[in-house]
């Protein structure tokens, strides 16, 4: 009686979905089907992520689907950690699917005389294509923030000029969050890169202070230092204050948590999103910074707060308002060409009270303040701000 072939597969396997056991199915109609699994460590060191699900409950996870034969945690390293298992297992073929295809694996396998099988990458019959990639992007809960005021005003830079507090809410992830777009992007995928899909459970303020040292590495070739607003904003849950006085860390916190003010909020704050800030755009170039324009900045910030917490509508509009002309007073270029179009657009619709850009502008959203929850556009973005309780 003729022996089956042996079959290999190498991947990692952290968030095992559909897509991977109709790839198992299609590769075990090759002969018997063998699975490498990446370790912990090489995924961390290769992937620069640590994995959702450990070596060892990945690899049960693999071992009890009925289309694999066996499966091993493989000792290499690298996008080649399948070699020490191949030269262990000698399988006759190895399939990789489209996407894992590579010039340096086909030429190993030459090498081995193995044969290599390529698979497109189609989903069972009735199924919706899974990637990890995707399944990544859609389950991360890694929280973004919105600056109501005072922004800059983390820079010290601005804060030489004038103490002052900047504003922040950290928000649910629960919408398109895109790059480029004053969303603090840049810093959120930066925590991705260790913490994948959610915050680690510890003190917000600390989190936030170890995202701000970890982002604003010292050997950062383009000597930028992120504002500490985008750690603080999204580590730190409910609406936020910090002080600034010429430090790129703030002095003080103060935090509200009453739900009574956070849902008033969620019925008067949307985005409209607008045009990615594009590529080469400096918005500090043609930058007006003096003290009395920094006074008119930290000045609409207190406004902002106190008129928040006294949930008064009209006085929130006209402080919020007024930060954002503080801003761009400084920040001329904040107001990159079609940004106006869109502030006569959505200023001009009843109950739209009052806009700004969320980060340092130059594009992305339209963050708006209306009267109550029946002025918020239909098109427009509702925000869930993140309870305590959700970290």
């Known amino acids: ?33 063998y699975v490498g699994i ?68 086909e030429a190993y396998c030459r090498k081995m005389g193995i044969e290599y099988v390529v698979l497109p990458r189609v989903p069972s019959e009735g199924l919706t294509a899974r990637s990890s990639t995707d399944l990544k992007r859609q389950t991360s809960m890694i929280p973004t923030r919105l600056d109501l005021a005072g922004t800059w005003i983390d820079q010290p830079y601005v804060s030489r000029y004038g103490a002052g507090w900047a504003i922040t809410i ?38 936030a202070h170890i995202v701000f040292c970890f982002e604003n590495d010292p050997e950062r070739s383009d000597g930028i230092v992120s504002g500490a607003q985008d750690a603080i904003g999204i580590c730190m849950p409910g609406l936020v204050r910090h002080y600034y006085e010429g430090h790129y860390w703030p002095i003080r916190f103060e935090s509200c948590h009453d739900e009574k003010v ?38 609409a910030a207190d406004d902002c707060w106190n008129a928040i917490l006294d949930r008064d509508i009209d006085r929130f509009a ?14 001329p270029a904040m107001m990159q060409p079609g940004v106006q179009e869109y502030i006569d657009r959505y200023s001009a619709m009843d109950g739209v009270l009052a806009w700004k850009m969320p980060g340092a502008g130059g594009g992305g959203y339209l963050a708006l303040v209306c009267r109550d929850p029946e002025c918020i556009p239909d098109e427009a973005i509702r925000l869930t701000i993140r309870r305590r309780e959700n970290i």
Request: charged letters at 25%.
């Open 1 to 33: 009686m003729t022996s089956k072939k042996k079959v290999f597969v190498s991947g990692c396997y952290d968030l095992l979905h559909s897509g991977h056991v109709e790839f198992f199915r299609q590769a075990a109609q090759y002969g018997d089907l």
């Open 38 to 105: 990446g370790s912990d460590e090489t995924i961390l060191h290769y992937k620069k992520h640590r994995t959702v699900y450990p070596e060892r409950e990945r690899l049960f996870m693999v071992k009890a689907i009925r289309y694999v034969k066996d499966a091993f945690i493989n000792a290499g390293s690298g996008i080649m950690d399948f070699v020490p298992t191949v030269e262990r297992l000698r399988p006759d073929v190895f399939v990789v699917n489209e996407d894992g295809s590579s010039e340096e694996k």
């Open 170 to 207: 950290s928000l649910v992830p629960n919408f398109e969050i895109r790059e480029r777009c004053g969303l603090s992007t840049s810093t959120r995928n930066c925590i991705r890169s260790i913490w994948p899909y959610r915050l680690p459970d510890m003190d917000p303020e600390t989190l």
């Open 262 to 299: 956070l849902s008033w909020l969620e019925e008067r704050l949307c985005l409209v999103p607008m045009f990615p800030r594009r590529d080469g755009c400096s918005v500090i170039e043609g930058a007006k910074i003096d003290a009395p324009h920094v006074k008119a900045l930290t000045s």
């Open 318 to 331: 006209a402080a919020y308002q007024s930060s954002f002309e503080a801003q761009t007073a400084m920040f």
